[in-house]
């Protein structure tokens, strides 16, 4: 499909098809080169006259056959009409936010669900993409700008007689009710941002256990290099699963080892660190493996949530711990090579994924931005709020004056040019 949106919108139609289709009605019409009058393709048209369209201007829409030479001419024959140029990423969104079709939250959930790549993350997205978050902080930030009023109307009329002394306790009780409210979102968003990420899952352990085999089992596609040689997977190497519906971010980490060449001592220092950051690490270990060396016996290095998995249980006659009844619960037995046991291991880390991301489906916080945005607005609440009724009426409207501001930052309302660039080339072409 082909967007064209602005004000020239229309000569765009009139110039490839010799007619506009009626508003919003499907008509069947040929492409054709305005230069030369040659037909380029026949496509679906569609006519979204302002304010009726997505950005909010004029708007065409070609569903053309596609191919590449198809494009490119229909590309080349919009170039040569003045005024015409390509879109930037995320332009259509950022147009449709500067003309107030979307706030910035909507904005990034549209972002979002075009890149979901699990069920929560579409379902989460999508939510947000309605207004979830965005209309909540409107509707507080109303509630604070009255309060707001309330203070200004006792600073600039102390000295009328007809202005009730009392204005400031209604404001602070308006401040007190939203700081709860707000607190209590905050409080049981759990991991709500995280969904975007995953529930990061590093594969660490001593060269050759078979992480990176465990990895490709995993993601059930060649990723990682596997390789029999010790300390071949020099880098971090990512892959995103869905667990259950819920994202899971795996990363295969160089093969722990003490010494080495640069190159591979700085992929160990990188494992280490990536391992570290970790939601879980899966420490792997040549469980069929006899006279164990010394780093192969240690105990996973790492201080986040570990689970022991002893690898190539193929090569072990004697199993009768496979099925994992004889494990404790965060240990497996496995063979990345045969599929062994695997399944106990994705079925118990699908069970993780769905407890860490539990809270999720009800919770409204989707970024660190906005979490970030309303832990500040709770703290300008409590500046207010600690002034007091007796308090000094101008500082008590400067700390709420805050409130709002950040609550309109949140939502793109006011001031933010600067985080507009940030949010908007997350988009691709055409969107
Ligand atoms: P990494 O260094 O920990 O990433 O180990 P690799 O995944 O590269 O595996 C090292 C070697 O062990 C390769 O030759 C694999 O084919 C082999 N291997 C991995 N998992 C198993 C397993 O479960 N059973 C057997 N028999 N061999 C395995």
Redesign the pocket.
Known sequence: MLRVCGPQARLALEKLLGRVPAPRRAALARVRDPATGEAIDEALALWFPAPHSETGEDMAELQLHGGHAVIAAVFEALGSIAGFRPAEPGEFTRRAFENGRLDLTEAEGLADLIAAETPAQRRAAFRQLKGQIGDRAEAWRAHIIKALALVEARIDFSDEADVPENLVAPALLTAQQLRAEIAAILADSGHAERLRDGLVVAIA?P????????LNRLAKREAAI???L?G??RDVIEVHLNLGGYPVTLL?TA?LREGGEPVEQEGIRRARERAEAADLVLW?TDGSATGLSAEDKLESPFSSKTWRVA??V??VVDKPWINGESLSAHSFAI????GAGLDRLVAALSAHASDFFAVTESSIVTRARHRRALADTVAALDQALALGPSGREELIAEALRAAATILGRLTGRVDVEDILDVIFREFCIGK
Do not use: M
């Open positions: 352990g060269p050759n256990a078979g992480k990176s085999t465990l596997v390789s029999p010790p071949t997977t295969d093969g792997v690898n190539k193929d090569l063979s990345a090579l045969t």
